[in-house]
């Protein structure tokens, strides 16, 4: 079984320690897991980084133009807030590994668009390490449950409306989660909740 982590870290960040002993201990015990991401040092066994120069600049830059119309939007709260839209490489570069299943975790900062999604015909499991998977873009929503329905009127925002950002980050979420081979993993009982 061949098996993709992807997380956009290597090993800084709870969710990328998470990733990195799991791909490490998979290996240890013979399946082949490769690790996909888009910062690291590159120097554990069979760690994926992009492939082009001046790679640790333009995965700061990309994750500043994510996180961009957040911190434009009038009313940000500086809750921490992704969009998950720009375009991307890295669905090519799981593809190129060619995983029997693909192990998403903390995939924010530019790194994997909601639309890569889409694209992979293996199964998904999603660890989820945060809320952002199930949001309009905030990672911690706090009080408001109007993710359970559809966003808009986003607090984090600060917006009234109810065809917002959040509202059309849920919706591309919903619309791609829909044909998706997707497992959902949770390690804490509120996340699960």
């Not at 490769?34 to 120097?43: C, K, L, N, Q």
């Not at 925002?157 to 997707?182: E, H, N, Q, T, Y």
């Amino acid at each position: 079984m061949k098996i993709a982590q992807v997380n956009t870290l290597e090993r800084q960040g709870g969710a990328a320690r998470a990733a990195h002993r799991l791909h490490v201990g998979l290996r240890s015990i013979g399946v082949d897991s490769t690790a996909v991401v888009a910062r690291g040092t590159g120097e554990g066994p069979h760690v994926h980084l992009p492939p082009w120069p001046h790679r640790e600049i333009g995965s700061r830059v990309r994750s500043l133009l994510d996180i961009l119309p957040a911190q434009l939007h009038p009313g940000h709260d500086g809750r921490m807030f992704s969009t998950g839209l720009l375009p991307d490489r890295t669905g090519r570069r799981i593809r190129a590994v060619d995983p029997d299943i693909i192990h998403l975790h903390w995939i924010n900062a530019g790194f994997l668009s909601i639309g890569s999604l889409s694209a992979f015909e293996k199964p998904i499991v999603w660890t989820m390490h945060d809320m952002w998977p199930i949001t309009g873009g905030c990672h911690y929503a706090g009080r408001c449950r109007r993710f359970e329905s559809n966003c808009g009127r986003c607090p984090a925002l600060g917006s009234s409306r109810s065809r917002d950002l959040s509202r059309l980050i849920w919706d591309k979420k919903s619309a791609v989660f829909d044909g998706l081979d997707l497992t959902v993993v949770t390690p804490s009982t509120w996340l699960a909740e």
